[in-house]
Every structure is written in C-alpha cells, then in structure tokens.
C-alpha cells in the first residue's frame, strides 16, 4: 500500500531472535495482574436500606453509570458478591442480617459503608440504632454525605480500587475472616463502646435523658 | 367550630359515670372513657345505630413526663358511610400494672396497632390473640422505648446491645405460616425443615 514499517525494514536478517514486539504476551507481577482483575470487575451487593439507596441507584443507573468500573452486575445473592455496599442506617434489628450476608460472602470481599448513618449512627443517636457498621462487620471505604451524592459513591468506589491494587496475594493476613467469636462480637467490647462514642451535637445529650 | 360531636351525649346518656371529660381540639372531639366499661363504650360505638363507628383508624398511646399523670391510651375511630371522626382516650393509672381490654374482636385491624403500643409502652391488652413484639425483636430486654422514663441511648451499652442484636435470630420468631410456605413444609428436604422447625442459628449455638 506504499507504506513500510520502519521497525521491520531492516531486520529481514533478524530470523533467529524472538521479536520484542509481538503483541502476544506480556510480563508482569502475579499481584499486579490479580489485584487489576479483581478491582476491575467488582460484584457489589447493595444493602439498601434507605435514602443512600436512592443515590446508590442513581449511581448504578445509564446517567453515573458503575458500569464504567466494571460494576454493573448487580448480585443479589451474596454468594456471587464482592463487595456489600451498606448503603443507609442500620438498625440493630437488621445487625444479625447484614452480619450473615457478610459471612455468606467468599473470599476476597469487601465493603464500603456508604452515608453518614451507616459509618457512624449519623443523626440516629438512639436506642434502635447501630453506630456504625463497622461494629458489625470490617469496613474497607466509609463514603460520608447525607446522603453522598453519586460522585461521592465512585470516588469511594475508586479509592477502594486503589486499596484492592496495593493488597499482595501473598499476605494471608488480609483473606482472615473476622467471625463473630464467643463474646458475640467480633471486635472487643471496649472497641465497640469507642465506636459508638456520641460526638458532634450528640456529646450535649446525656445517656440518662 | 368548637361544638363537640354529638356521640358525646349518646354515650353520657348511655354509660353515664363511666364517659369522663371532654373537649374539643382542632375540630377534633376528644373524650375520655373508664378503663372497665371501655370496651363495652367501643362495641356500642362501633355498633349503636346512629353511631356506626365502623373504621377504626389508629389506636396509640402518649405518655406524659409527669409521673402522676396517666398514661393514655387512643383509639381514633372513623365512621364510614357518616364521615364522622371520633377519639376516645382511655386514662391508665401508671402506678398499676397498664392493662385494657384487647378491641380485635371488634376491628380485626387492631392487631397489629396493639401490638404496636404494647411493643413501645408496654401496655397489656387482655383478650389479644397474638400480643407479640412487632417493631422490636421479641427477645428485646430494655424495656418499652416510648415511654417518657426510657433513656434515648437505651438502658444497656453499646456493645450489649450489638452483642444482643447480633445474637437475636430472626427467622426462630416467624411461624410457618408467616413465612408462607406451611403448605410445601411437606416437600421441603429434611435438612430444611429441620432447620425451619427450630430457627436457625448463626455462630452463636
């Protein structure tokens, strides 16, 4: 067609040495190439359970797109999820189910607690209310806002691709499932009285009253 | 505006020292029954030609920060076909055990607004078919949050209450029938409905 390649004009001598520039394979670190897929092709299951909700669909639907990030394949089912999205307060009636979808869930998972009511009670300083799920389950990412908008959710999203990229497969430490022990909580009590700590407007307001 | 609905007569004349005071508030005609004859009040006002209140909207209850006060227990009730609201407070003495007598025989709708109150306040309602937790789980130990004497944070720590939250178990406290599979328990594997039959539990045995 009147064009020549100048990378192989000259290399007509060249038979015995494999080129360097053939497009069939690459080389890299087993973590890059592993951590790359997984942040790539992250399953999430949403667990909305309130206005963060709204937002969360926003976030899925064609306007923000998740699909971008690999994302659009919703699971329902926690069994074929990677990473559960809380999206909205938790109340302690539903502590025992989020609980056992996190368990349900296989190695590697994640999570990211999306909202202010499900990182820390939020405005739900009271007796029906966890403070936070992260003294129900590990979180990874907590996404603030009330409730975040859906750039708040992907810069989440993209900050948890960012831990997912700096994790090694060789560190089994980050695959231990932290289980429920026989005190009935999987952190230590006195963790969960500081998680649960009033602050902000709430430190005015006495336990008594 | 202010003039009370004339249910309020009828039932004077009727039940004589047992109806208490009354007013009216925004339209609304408000009066109080005797705890004992309270069902006999309702069924007559459900029932009595000329009354006919057939709806019953709401029952709730409000407690008030004043010890000495009685704690009061709503029925908002509604007729139909005359589009006539009434409310009818019945006082409870918060010194004695907070019992009345269950209205579910008179509107199957107060079943689970019963519960509700009980659930929040801890009234008793005597002659309920099903007098259950509804908002709450039923092994919930702190008492009734609604009531003016229960702390905001609850009674127990934070870490007590997830514990106790974290080892409630939801599917022990529903019946077959509520979950609406009692006709196929039969074809269920044995696995199942072992674990049907019992609740199943999580890591807490």
């Not at chain 1, 300083?125 to 403070?131: A, C, F, G, L, T």
């Not at chain 1, 859906?150 to 960012?162: A, R, V």
């Not at chain 1, 231990?176 to 407007?201: C, I, Q």
């Not at chain 2, 696995?191 to 045995?205: A, I, N, P, T, V």
């Given at each position: 067609?009147?064009l020549?390649?100048?990378?192989?004009?000259?290399r007509?001598?060249?038979?015995t040495?494999?080129s360097?520039m053939?497009?069939?394979?690459v080389?890299?670190?087993l973590?890059?190439?592993?951590?790359w897929a997984?942040?790539?092709s992250?399953w999430p299951?949403?667990?909305?359970?309130?206005?963060?909700?709204?937002?969360?669909?926003a976030?899925?639907?064609?306007r923000?797109?998740i699909?971008?990030f690999?994302?659009?394949?919703q699971?329902f089912?926690?069994?074929q999820?990677?990473?559960l999205i809380c999206?909205?307060?938790?109340?302690?009636?539903?502590?025992?189910v989020?609980?056992?979808?996190?368990?349900?869930?296989?190695?590697?998972?994640?999570?990211?607690?999306m909202g202010?009511?499900?990182?820390?009670?939020?405005i739900?300083?009271?007796y029906?209310?966890?403070q936070?799920i992260?003294?129900?389950?590990p979180?990874?990412?907590?996404v603030?806002g009330c409730?975040p908008?859906?750039?708040?959710?992907m810069?989440?999203?993209?900050?948890?691709?960012?831990k997912i990229?700096?994790?090694?497969i060789?560190?089994?430490?980050l695959?231990?499932e932290?289980?429920?022990?026989?005190?009935g909580?999987y952190?230590?009590p006195e963790?969960?009285?500081?998680?649960?700590?009033?602050?902000g407007?709430?430190?005015q307001?006495?336990r008594?009253? | 505006?202010?003039?009370?609905?004339p249910?309020?007569?009828?039932?004077r004349?009727?039940f004589g020292?047992?109806?208490g005071?009354?007013?009216v508030?925004?339209?609304?005609?408000?009066?109080?029954?005797d705890?004992?004859?309270s069902?006999?009040a309702?069924?007559?006002?459900?029932?009595?030609?000329?009354?006919?209140?057939n709806?019953?909207?709401?029952?709730t209850?409000?407690?008030?920060r004043?010890?000495?006060?009685?704690?009061?227990?709503?029925?908002?009730?509604?007729?139909?076909?005359?589009?006539?609201?009434?409310r009818?407070k019945v006082?409870l003495?918060?010194?004695?055990?907070?019992?009345?007598?269950?209205?579910?025989?008179?509107?199957?709708g107060?079943?689970w607004?019963?519960?509700?109150?009980?659930?929040?306040?801890?009234?008793?309602?005597?002659?309920?078919?099903?007098l259950?937790r509804?908002?709450?789980w039923e092994?919930?130990a702190?008492?009734?949050?609604l009531?003016?004497?229960?702390?905001?944070?609850?009674?127990f720590?934070r870490a007590?209450?997830?514990r106790?939250?974290?080892a409630?178990?939801?599917?022990?406290?529903y019946?077959?029938e509520?979950?609406?599979?009692?006709?196929?328990?039969?074809?269920?594997?044995k696995?199942?409905?072992e674990?049907?039959?019992?609740g199943?539990?999580?890591?807490?045995?």
């Amino acid at each position: 067609m009147g064009l020549s390649n100048p990378a192989t004009e000259n290399r007509a001598d060249e038979t015995t040495t494999v080129s360097t520039m053939s497009p069939n394979w690459v080389t890299s670190r087993l973590d890059f190439l592993t951590n790359w897929a997984r942040a790539n092709s992250l399953w999430p299951m949403p667990f909305g359970t309130a206005c963060c909700a709204i937002e969360y669909m926003a976030t899925a639907a064609s306007r923000f797109d998740i699909a971008r990030f690999g994302m659009e394949r919703q699971s329902f089912s926690p069994r074929q999820a990677d990473v559960l999205i809380c999206a909205g307060r938790l109340p302690f009636k539903l502590a025992p189910v989020i609980r056992r979808i996190w368990d349900q869930m296989p190695q590697p998972k994640w999570s990211i607690s999306m909202g202010a009511c499900a990182s820390t009670g939020g405005i739900f300083d009271n007796y029906s209310m966890v403070q936070g799920i992260d003294t129900i389950i590990p979180v990874d990412v907590y996404v603030p806002g009330c409730p975040p908008r859906p750039e708040g959710l992907m810069y989440g999203i993209l900050l948890l691709h960012k831990k997912i990229k700096g994790e090694t497969i060789a560190d089994e430490g980050l695959r231990v499932e932290k289980l429920v022990g026989p005190s009935g909580l999987y952190l230590p009590p006195e963790r969960v009285d500081e998680l649960s700590e009033p602050f902000g407007n709430s430190v005015q307001q006495t336990r008594s009253s | 505006m202010s003039t009370p609905s004339p249910a309020v007569a009828a039932l004077r004349s009727e039940f004589g020292s047992a109806i208490g005071r009354h007013f009216v508030s925004s339209d609304q005609t408000v009066v109080f029954v005797d705890r004992d004859r309270s069902h006999d009040a309702l069924a007559w006002l459900k029932d009595a030609p000329g009354q006919e209140f057939n709806y019953l909207t709401d029952v709730t209850a409000v407690d008030y920060r004043d010890p000495e006060r009685s704690l009061e227990v709503v029925y908002q009730l509604r007729s139909l076909h005359r589009k006539a609201d009434l409310r009818v407070k019945v006082g409870l003495d918060k010194r004695e055990p907070l019992e009345v007598r269950s209205v579910v025989d008179l509107w199957r709708g107060a079943d689970w607004l019963e519960r509700e109150v009980y659930d929040m306040f801890g009234v008793t309602f005597v002659g309920h078919p099903d007098l259950r937790r509804i908002l709450m789980w039923e092994t919930y130990a702190e008492g009734y949050p609604l009531r003016k004497d229960f702390p905001l944070r609850g009674h127990f720590s934070r870490a007590e209450q997830t514990r106790q939250a974290l080892a409630a178990n939801p599917e022990a406290h529903y019946s077959l029938e509520e979950l609406s599979i009692a006709d196929a328990y039969g074809e269920l594997p044995k696995d199942m409905q072992e674990r049907l039959s019992r609740g199943e539990r999580g890591f807490l045995k």
